[in-house]
């Protein structure tokens, strides 16, 4: 795998990315609004637990939204011109790198407005944001490669929606367990175990799309 590759293709996801403003401005707007949407329905009263469930389910299917579709909206005419300049593994960690930066931005944000609307209950601020941010890579390290694999299916959303929840499942519920600890201030062994696990989830995602994307970039 050559770097240079690699970083040229981020920097041309930002490009296309920066010439699409309305597609960045859409996320943003759906963003925004899933979090005031939240803050009139509780009206602005709403218990620690609750408050740490809506912020994930909110980044989750932000994450849907930005990432699913990457691989989904390049015709087979560009994915043909890639397939001639780089190889599969540049293609797949350049996306999985810039869907995380991509991921964090828009985490930070929504924490921001989140806490904008409703508050904020935590006792761990520095560890809560770590948190988050692990969340967030992890999201776009399944999410890449489930748009990769419906990418390549005639049923893509179908698809998409049939893998992706299971996937991402066991990772949001750690997600939720360590951020709950971060509420409630616990001690650092109440949280390790888990944020370790979410590390490893990372590195087995990253991995294995190394792996097998090779096989579905040959389709």
């Keep these: 795998m050559q770097s240079n590759k690699v970083l040229a293709l981020i920097k041309n996801e930002f490009v296309l990315e920066w010439r699409q403003k309305f ?86 944000v929504a924490f921001l407005v989140f806490v904008v609307f409703m508050g904020n209950p935590l006792d761990m601020l520095f560890v809560y944001l770590a948190n988050m941010v692990l969340g967030v890579i992890g999201f776009a390290a399944v999410l890449t490669l489930i748009s990769a694999i419906a990418s390549r299916a005639k049923n893509n959303f179908t698809l998409m929606a049939i893998l992706g929840f299971p996937l991402i499942l066991p990772m949001l519920l750690l997600l939720i367990r360590v951020s709950l600890a971060c509420v409630h201030g616990a001690v650092p062994g109440d949280y390790l175990t888990d944020m370790v696990a979410i590390i490893l989830l990372i590195i087995v995602t990253i991995v294995l799309s190394v792996i097998l994307f090779p096989y579905i970039w040959k389709e």
């Design 23 to 108: 597609a960045l401005g859409g996320l943003l707007l759906y963003l925004v609004s899933m979090v005031f949407i939240t803050y009139l329905a509780f009206d602005g009263v709403i218990t620690v637990p609750a408050w740490n469930a809506l912020f994930w389910l909110i980044m989750l299917f932000t994450a849907m939204n930005a990432i699913l579709k990457g691989f989904v909206q390049e015709h087979g005419g560009l994915q043909l011109y890639y397939y001639t300049l780089v190889g599969a593994q540049e293609m797949i960690a350049a996306k999985i790198a810039y869907n995380a930066m991509l991921m964090v931005v828009l985490g930070f």
